[in-house]
Structures are given as C-alpha cells and as structure tokens.
C-alpha cells in the first residue's frame, strides 16, 4: 500500500449543542465534470446514502466538496430535544432556545415560551438542569467549538485561550461527575471529549472516551463523540486506532459518512493489518475494507477481501459499480472525439473482469443480479456481445422492480441486441423500433439519474454504420448526421425524397423524426450551394420556400472596406437591412444591370463585395449558416471539410472584381479594385500556408497598387488603414491618434 501523507484540512463543527465530527473544507468554485463517458447509472443498485463516493471527478458525487455547515445536526438535535421533552414543546420553540438564545437572555426566552413552561410545570427539575447545560454550552461554545475561518482570514483567527478552555473542560468534567439524567449526561460526555480536544489534551480525549463510550447508546450523539476520539487517536499517530474509530463513525452515521471517509488515512500495510486487528467481528472489517476501496481506488482487491469475509455483504455494490464506472473509461467501447472520458484509466482490465464472472457464477452474493449485469457489460465494452448478452439477461429476470434499475437494464439490452447484429434487415428493424423508440424518449423521461446519452448516441452510430457498409446512406444520415453526407447531390436529393414520402412504413417514420435535417433544412442548403454557383434564379426560387428567408444579414453584403471589420459592418447604421431572400433579389438585379451594359464599374465591383462576403471572410457569414452547414463559426479551422472549399473560395469575388477593373475609367477607380483583389490573393495564401512564417508578402495586388495608384487617394487611405501595406510600402507606423 502506497504511503499517504495527511492532507492538511480542518475541525470544523457547527452549534454548540448539535455539533461533533470532522468535515473537510475546500475551496468550493465552479462545479466540475461529474464523470467521465458511461452508460451504467450508480444510482439504480447502490443505497443513495453511499451516492457521494460514486465514481466522479469531483471530490464527491455531486456535491465536490463537503463544505463545514453550521446547520450539520441541526435537525438531529432538534428532535433529540423534543423526544426528550415527550413532544412536549414544539420543535419552533426548542429551535430558538437551542439556537437563538443566548447565555443571559436563555431564562428570559424560556419563560416566554408557552410550551416550555408548559413542560417546566410539569417536569421542573429536568427543564430547570436542561436550562443549566444549555446555558454553560453557550457559553464554552466560542472555546470549545471554534469557528473555522475561510483560508483568506486565516490572520483573523483568535488565538488560542489554554487557560479559559481548561476551566470549561474542568466544569463539564463536573458536571458529568453529577448529572444523573442519561439524556444530559451523554451530552455531557460528548462536550468533555470535545473540550479535550479542543485543549489539545489528545490523550484526555481518548481516556475519557474510552472510560464511558460503553455506558451510551449508539445514536447521533455517540458517533459524534466517537470522531473527536478518532481525531484525537490521529494527533498522536494512532493511525490504527484512528481509522478504526473512522470506520465505525462511516458505517453508523450517515451525516457523517463523508467527514469520516476523508479522515480515513491508512499510512502502511502493518498500521492496516492493526486496524484490522481491532475488528470485533467479520462485519466491521468488511467497512472497513470497503472504505480502502472506496478511499485508494482499489475497488477489486476490497471486493475480493469481503467477498472472502462474508459473500453476502452489501459493501462490495458500492466498490462493484465504481469498478465497472472505471472500467467505462478505459474501453474503447465509446470510442470517437464526442466522448470525454476520465483520465487515469487506459487499459481495461480484463484480467479482473475473469474475476468478477467468477463471483457472478458463484450466485452467493446478495445482489447476484448486479454481479452479472456488471460482468455482462464489462463484456459488451469488451465487444464480446454473446457473452455479454447472456449474462445480461439472466440479469434483466431478477433485477429490482424499480422503473431506474428495469430502465438501466433495458438500456443495456438494447446496446446488446444491435452488438449481436452483422446487418440492419427489415426484420431487426421492426424488432428494434420499440426499443428506439423508447430511447428517444429517454430525453423527457423522469429518470434524471440514467445515464442514457452516451449509449444512445453509440447505439444510432452503430446503426448509422451498419447501414453504410450496407449501401443504405440515406437512412445512415437519419441516424448519423455526417456534413460529408452533403457533398454528394445525389445523396441530399435522395434524403429530401425519403424525407417527403407520405407513404413511409412506421419504422421509416421513426427515420424522419430523428433525423437532424428537415425538408426544409434541405432546400435552404440548396439555396445556399446554388447562390456559391451563381445559380441565382434557383437560389432564390428555393430561398422562397424556406422560413430562413427572413434571416437578416448583420451588415450590409455589398460594402468592401479596406479593413475587414465584420463588427465594424455589423454594428454601423444600416440604410437597407438585407434578408437572406432580399439579398439574393438585389444580387441578380445587378448581375442584370451588368449584363445590360449598365453601370458595370459599380455594379460588377458590388457583386464582387457581395460574393467576397459571403466567404468566411467577409461580413455577411450569417447568409450561409444553417443547420447543415453549421453556425457560428468564428475561426476557418472551425468550417467542416465538407464546405471549406464552398466557403473560403474567391473565384466569383474576382471575377467581378476583373469585370469590374476592365470598366473602371479613373485611377481612384482601379486602385480601389486592385487592393480588392490583393485581399481576396491575400486570403488564399493564407489558406495555402496554413501556418505563413510572416504576416504578409509582397502581393501582386501591393506591388500593383504601389507601382501604379500611388498618387491617388485611395493609396493614402490604404496606407491609413493596412498597417500591413503601410509597413511593406516602407512608411513608418502612424502615431495611435492618426490611425
């Protein structure tokens, strides 16, 4: 056993009267990842009392960290005290007595409080000492029971008082020595071990514990107590003794079975084997080899130790279904970029997995369901589906009832029956369609705890594959949407025909539900293609069937600004706010106008702008983004290969802009065309170079504008704005109020 050293945390405990045990404190920030990839829900076979130390990479399952609370016992304490006083006062009154009170106005309060005095008439001494304890608490609660301060007060921290300490140890240790009420006298008891503690009189703690541990019963208050002894037993290096006392405070109190687990620190193998040696019987050991299992990440080596202790025991679910919650994240089962497993755990361990089918077949364990259910699935992640299917469903016929364990089992039938599958024939189809069905359902189901996505996403790839290998790619994309789908013509025209067929059988039916892509998803698509054609009428024509007609643009398609400034176009005031449809219309009245003859310099050099913008790098990228191609899609590496060459290509920008150039008249006009067609040659060395070893190169656009427009305006303007041109052009930088 590999040596841990102590990690630094703090005593923290709550309300004077309520309050004995050990909480881990930590920083609590921004929620973390709860696990990695799975599709084996911890929840559906393991006691919820055991949920945080389900598998996750937070400290603990779903909650990270065990923030120190005031309010831990709170309740418990209540209604200790009204058991106490027969139900007699009300659990509002005892809540303000307990811990609203305070040491000089408790009497007062207590007299106020109609059942309080109701009880005090008829029981006058035990309310007369229970006003006693309550107020010497209140009053050693500052010392005794310090407040933990955040890590950023640390400096604000009181220091600690030996000598008022001890005179409140000495006064309870008298009081116990009195009191003959059982009820106060175990409070009294936990509040002279905690005092100890407290004075850092460690051995005290331990003595007087030990000397009147047996005269309590186990409860609350008992467990509380016995954590300050097992602290105590830490200070000074009992580690044996200590993580004894842990375990039985972890297996007989839930409140403080976190606290418990995170002070459990065995350090060797011979201070484990003594704490062993402390056992009173089978059933402790088995605790606390589960929390070794739990606590060091060694589930099968502690289900294997308590499996020999006692078949039987329950203590091996909880370590059972960490290990195969593991085994998920070392399988290749799930096996592609869209699942995020946990680090740490790289090669299943098959070796293992023999072991569990030993126990599975062995049946003597109390849960032999889950023993095959796990083995089954760790042979499913293993892609051995027969073995798998056959201990699955000996599983399935003696599961628990509950609708999470029935669903959880179902959910590995399903993965099993399509595994056990070399093809998608009609037959498997309509056997399948139930159990499809039933995932899709999954995502509104009221069983938050299942962890479906993960396998239902696997499940539809798997088909989606079987039907690609099968020649079936229309029915592959229902199931799989793949952009590279979209490349082929005839592919889209086939699914948009599947997609509108009115007589589809029930389980085609199920395809047109699932599928990401609509009818209409499909014409837009196809509008869009047409319009990078410069198949104008057919964009429009299909632009008009869709809804995304009425898409507006953020800036206006046909500007060219020297800079591209996609906020800068999107944020300045638009005179005609273009829709999708609206910009098509305007696009072939201009190519109109250009083939008329009509006003070409202009009109060609708009049209240009508008195809250059509907480039990735241009202003009106919002024209191509649909559900096909994809949205918001701020970086070139981001566009899917599918369309990168559709929505990075230049070719009619420029050749707009050439039409354009051979209409121009004046020298301010050819300049203007000519930096035109340096960005759009600039553009595709970027893309060539990938990763260019310099900023920029000397474009022939640059050379041309510089050689031959360098007297006109629009030169000046460009040296303004083109820091790049501007430094090629050797002028020197402006000064930041001339840019």
Same mark, same amino acid.
């Given at each position: 056993?590999? !040596?841990?050293?102590? !990690?630094?945390?703090?005593?923290?405990?709550?309300?004077? *009267?309520?309050?004995?045990?050990? %909480?881990?404190?930590?920083?609590? $920030?921004?929620?973390?990842?709860?696990?990695? *990839?799975?599709?084996?829900?911890?929840?559906?076979?393991?006691?919820?009392?055991?949920?945080?130390?389900?598998?996750?990479?937070?400290?603990?399952?779903?909650?990270?960290?065990? *923030?120190?609370?005031?309010?831990?016992?709170?309740?418990?304490?209540?209604?200790?005290?009204?058991?106490?006083?027969?139900? !007699?006062?009300?659990?509002?009154?005892?809540?303000?007595?307990?811990?609203?009170?305070?040491?000089?106005?408790?009497?007062?309060?207590?007299?106020?409080?109609?059942?309080?005095?109701?009880? /005090?008439?008829?029981?006058?001494?035990?309310?007369?000492?229970?006003?006693?304890?309550?107020?010497?608490?209140?009053?050693?609660?500052?010392?005794?029971?310090?407040?933990?301060?955040?890590?950023?007060? /640390?400096?604000?921290?009181?220091?600690?008082?030996?000598?008022?300490?001890?005179?409140?140890?000495?006064?309870? *240790?008298?009081?116990?020595?009195?009191?003959?009420?059982?009820? #106060?006298?175990?409070?009294?008891?936990?509040?002279?071990?905690?005092?100890?503690?407290?004075?850092?009189?460690?051995?005290?703690?331990?003595?007087?514990?030990?000397?009147?541990?047996?005269?309590?019963?186990?409860?609350?208050?008992?467990?509380?107590?016995?954590?300050?002894?097992?602290?105590?037993?830490?200070?000074?290096?009992?580690?044996?003794?200590?993580?004894?006392?842990?375990?039985?405070?972890?297996?007989?109190?839930?409140?403080?079975?976190?606290?418990?687990?995170?002070?459990?620190?065995?350090?060797?193998?011979?201070?484990?084997? !003594?704490?062993?040696?402390?056992?009173?019987?089978?059933?402790?050991?088995?605790?606390?080899?589960?929390?070794?299992?739990?606590?060091?990440?060694?589930?099968?080596?502690?289900?294997?130790?308590?499996?020999?202790?006692?078949?039987? @025991?329950?203590?091996?679910?909880?370590?059972?279904?960490?290990?195969?919650?593991?085994?998920?994240?070392?399988?290749?089962?799930?096996?592609?970029?869209?699942?995020?497993?946990?680090?740490?755990?790289?090669?299943?361990?098959?070796?293992?997995?023999?072991?569990?089918?030993?126990?599975?077949?062995?049946?003597?364990?109390? @849960?032999?369901?889950?023993?095959?259910?796990?083995? $089954?699935?760790?042979?499913?992640?293993?892609?051995?589906?027969?073995?798998?299917?056959?201990?699955?469903?000996?599983?399935?016929?003696?599961?628990?009832?509950?609708?999470?364990?029935?669903?959880?089992?179902?959910?590995?039938?399903?993965?099993?029956?399509?595994?056990?599958?070399?093809?998608?024939?009609?037959?498997?189809?309509?056997?399948?369609?139930?159990?499809?069905?039933?995932?899709?359902?999954?995502?509104?189901?009221?069983?938050?705890?299942?962890?479906?996505?993960?396998?239902?996403?696997?499940?539809?790839?798997?088909?989606?594959?079987?039907?690609?290998?099968?020649?079936?790619?229309?029915?592959?994309?229902?199931?799989?949407?793949?952009?590279?789908?979209?490349?082929?013509?005839?592919?889209?025209?086939?699914?948009?025909?599947?997609?509108?067929?009115?007589?589809?059988?029930?389980?085609? &039916?199920?395809?047109?539900?699932?599928?990401?892509?609509?009818?209409?998803?499909?014409?837009?698509?196809?509008?869009?293609?047409?319009?990078?054609?410069?198949?104008?009428?057919?964009?429009?024509?299909?632009?008009?069937?869709?809804?995304?007609?009425?898409?507006?643009?953020?800036?206006?398609?046909?500007?060219?600004?020297?800079?591209?400034?996609?906020?800068?176009?999107?944020?300045?005031?638009?005179?005609?706010?273009?829709?999708?449809?609206?910009?098509?219309?305007?696009?072939?009245?201009?190519?109109?106008?250009?083939?008329?003859?009509?006003?070409?310099?202009?009109?060609?050099?708009? =049209? $240009?702008?508008?195809?250059?913008?509907?480039?990735?790098?241009?202003?009106?990228?919002?024209?191509?983004?649909?559900? =096909?191609?994809?949205?918001?899609?701020?970086?070139?590496? $981001? =566009?899917?290969?599918?369309?990168?060459?559709?929505?990075?290509?230049?070719?009619?920008?420029?050749?707009?802009?050439?039409?354009?150039?051979?209409? &121009?008249?004046?020298?301010? /006009?050819?300049?203007?065309?000519?930096?035109?067609? %340096?960005?759009?040659?600039?553009?595709?060395?970027? #893309?060539?170079?990938?990763?260019?070893?310099?900023?920029?190169?000397?474009?022939?656009?640059?050379?041309?504008?510089?050689?031959?427009?360098?007297?006109?305006?629009?030169? /000046?303007?460009?040296?303004?704005?083109?820091?790049?041109?501007?430094?090629?052009?050797?002028?020197?930088?402006?000064?930041?109020?001339?840019?």
């Amino acid at each position: 056993m590999r !040596k841990i050293f102590l !990690k630094e945390w703090l005593l923290a405990f709550g309300s004077i *009267v309520t309050i004995g045990g050990i %909480a881990a404190w930590a920083c609590a $920030g921004d929620p973390l990842p709860e696990y990695g *990839v799975s599709a084996f829900a911890p929840e559906a076979f393991v006691d919820s009392s055991y949920s945080p130390f389900f598998l996750s990479e937070q400290n603990y399952y779903q909650i990270n960290y065990d *923030v120190p609370a005031e309010n831990r016992f709170r309740q418990e304490n209540i209604t200790e005290w009204n058991q106490y006083t027969g139900n !007699k006062v009300s659990r509002q009154a005892l809540e303000r007595l307990l811990y609203t009170a305070t040491p000089d106005n408790l009497d007062s309060l207590a007299s106020r409080e109609p059942d309080w005095a109701k009880w /005090q008439s008829v029981e006058k001494d035990r309310a007369k000492k229970s006003l006693e304890y309550l107020r010497l608490a209140k009053r050693s609660e500052q010392y005794t029971n310090p407040p933990v301060a955040d890590w950023w007060d /640390q400096e604000k921290k009181p220091a600690f008082d030996s000598t008022t300490v001890t005179s409140f140890r000495n006064a309870w *240790v008298k009081l116990l020595e009195t009191e003959k009420d059982p009820f #106060l006298q175990e409070r009294c008891f936990f509040q002279v071990v905690r005092a100890c503690f407290f004075q850092r009189d460690y051995p005290g703690a331990l003595r007087y514990y030990q000397k009147r541990a047996t005269d309590f019963h186990e409860g609350s208050l008992y467990y509380r107590t016995m954590s300050y002894a097992a602290g105590a037993a830490y200070k000074q290096k009992d580690f044996a003794l200590s993580n004894y006392l842990y375990s039985r405070v972890f297996e007989g109190s839930m409140t403080l079975r976190i606290p418990a687990h995170y002070s459990f620190h065995p350090q060797e193998e011979s201070d484990w084997n !003594k704490t062993l040696s402390l056992c009173r019987n089978a059933r402790e050991k088995t605790v606390l080899w589960q929390m070794l299992g739990i606590f060091y990440g060694d589930e099968y080596r502690s289900m294997r130790e308590i499996y020999s202790l006692d078949p039987k @025991s329950p203590k091996t679910d909880i370590l059972l279904v960490r290990w195969i919650n593991k085994f998920e994240q070392a399988s290749k089962y799930f096996s592609t970029d869209d699942y995020r497993t946990m680090e740490g755990f790289d090669i299943p361990d098959s070796t293992r997995l023999k072991g569990i089918r030993q126990i599975a077949d062995a049946g003597n364990t109390a @849960s032999p369901w889950l023993w095959q259910l796990v083995y $089954g699935y760790g042979e499913l992640l293993s892609h051995k589906p027969a073995l798998a299917k056959t201990y699955i469903d000996r599983a399935a016929s003696r599961a628990p009832a509950t609708p999470l364990a029935q669903a959880q089992v179902r959910l590995l039938q399903v993965a099993v029956t399509l595994d056990n599958a070399a093809a998608i024939t009609p037959q498997l189809e309509q056997q399948l369609l139930p159990q499809l069905k039933w995932l899709l359902s999954l995502q509104n189901s009221d069983l938050p705890s299942l962890r479906f996505e993960d396998l239902q996403l696997t499940i539809r790839r798997k088909i989606a594959g079987l039907y690609k290998r099968q020649g079936i790619p229309t029915k592959a994309e229902c199931f799989n949407h793949e952009p590279a789908f979209f490349k082929d013509s005839v592919f889209v025209n086939n699914l948009e025909q599947f997609l509108n067929n009115p007589k589809a059988n029930n389980y085609e &039916a199920f395809c047109k539900i699932i599928s990401s892509v609509s009818p209409e998803m499909i014409r837009e698509y196809k509008a869009i293609l047409a319009t990078y054609r410069n198949d104008l009428p057919r964009a429009m024509s299909l632009m008009q069937t869709v809804e995304a007609k009425e898409t507006f643009l953020y800036g206006n398609p046909f500007n060219g600004r020297i800079n591209d400034c996609h906020d800068c176009d999107h944020q300045a005031k638009q005179k005609i706010s273009y829709s999708k449809a609206g910009f098509l219309a305007a696009l072939q009245e201009m190519e109109k106008q250009v083939s008329a003859g009509n006003d070409v310099f202009n009109n060609a050099r708009l =049209i $240009g702008n508008a195809f250059y913008n509907i480039t990735h790098f241009g202003n009106a990228r919002k024209f191509y983004e649909c559900r =096909i191609i994809g949205q918001d899609i701020y970086v070139v590496e $981001g =566009i899917d290969s599918a369309y990168f060459a559709t929505l990075t290509e230049m070719g009619y920008a420029e050749k707009y802009y050439r039409l354009a150039m051979e209409a &121009a008249n004046t020298p301010e /006009q050819k300049a203007q065309i000519t930096f035109l067609l %340096a960005k759009c040659e600039r553009n595709r060395w970027f #893309l060539q170079e990938k990763e260019p070893p310099v900023d920029f190169i000397a474009w022939k656009g640059f050379r041309d504008l510089k050689e031959k427009y360098a007297n006109t305006r629009y030169y /000046q303007e460009v040296l303004r704005e083109c820091g790049w041109f501007r430094t090629w052009a050797g002028k020197p930088p402006l000064a930041s109020g001339n840019r």
